[in-house]
């Protein structure tokens, strides 16, 4: 099965703070996304990627930056932590029948 | 924005008894359908897709499409306690931009 593996599993920031959530894939799939969960809101996408270089604007992007720069490496940013980015973040890869593969989600609280 | 609508947005139901989760997307545009499975404190699992109209069966789940009123639903038989999980439905299109919409979930709760 595909490999997604998230970096911090836990961050603890304070507001006004920067953060960098890591991503990487070892599967050489072209599509990468950025997702937060949030109870009610189910699983929205903030970015995603189809190459090193490549970003494409998700449906939630305010206050959020993201660079791939590899193919099995998508960053995300928040260079101005708020509390209303306290959530749980996903990491995905897609292969080529569709199948989005998930990392193991990073939990970051703003205080 | 494209939406995708779940409901109901919570379920019980008995030990070996019959699920049924719907799911329908705003987007015309939409070819494709995706059935995730999230146990809690874990990451989502893909469970079933479909892309044509009708049926698919895999065990004792099945997925149907109606592509005219972008409906999908998932129905899942002889259900077990393992099964208690949030299952989240995708909507994507099938070519150009891969981007993949999930609706909030519907949270199965599956009673011994």
């Known amino acids: 099965e595909a490999a997604v593996t998230q970096s911090p599993r836990n961050k603890v920031t304070v507001t006004g703070g920067n953060v960098t959530l890591s991503c990487r894939q070892t599967?050489?799939?072209?599509?990468m996304y950025w997702y937060r969960q949030d109870t009610g809101h189910g699983l929205r996408l903030i970015h995603y990627s189809y190459g090193a270089g490549n970003l494409q604007i998700g449906d939630v992007p305010d206050g959020y930056k993201a660079t791939r720069t590899t193919q099995e490496d998508f960053f995300l940013l928040l260079e101005l932590a708020s509390p209303s980015q306290t959530s749980l973040y996903f990491c995905?890869?897609?292969?080529?029948?569709?199948?989005?593969?998930f990392g193991e989600g990073s939990k970051l609280t703003v205080l | 924005q494209q939406k995708v609508q779940q409901s109901p947005e919570s379920l019980i139901v008995p030990e070996g008894g019959m699920a049924s989760l719907n799911c329908t997307s705003s987007?015309?545009?939409?070819?494709y359908f995706w059935w995730y499975r999230q146990h809690s404190g874990k990451s989502p699992k893909m469970l079933m897709s479909i892309f044509s109209n009708g049926e698919k069966e895999e065990g004792r789940f099945t997925v149907h499409l109606n592509k005219a009123s972008l409906h999908t639903s998932l129905h899942i038989r002889d259900s077990q306690p393992s099964d208690s999980a949030l299952y989240l439905c995708?909507?994507?299109?099938?070519?150009?931009?891969?981007?993949?919409?999930f609706g909030a979930g519907t949270r199965l709760k599956v009673i011994a």
């Open positions: 995708a909507a994507s299109r099938n070519t150009g931009n891969y981007k993949y919409v």
């Open positions: 599967n050489s799939h072209n599509y």
């Open positions: 995905a890869s897609r292969d080529n029948t569709g199948q989005l593969y």
């Open positions: 987007d015309r545009n939409v070819d």
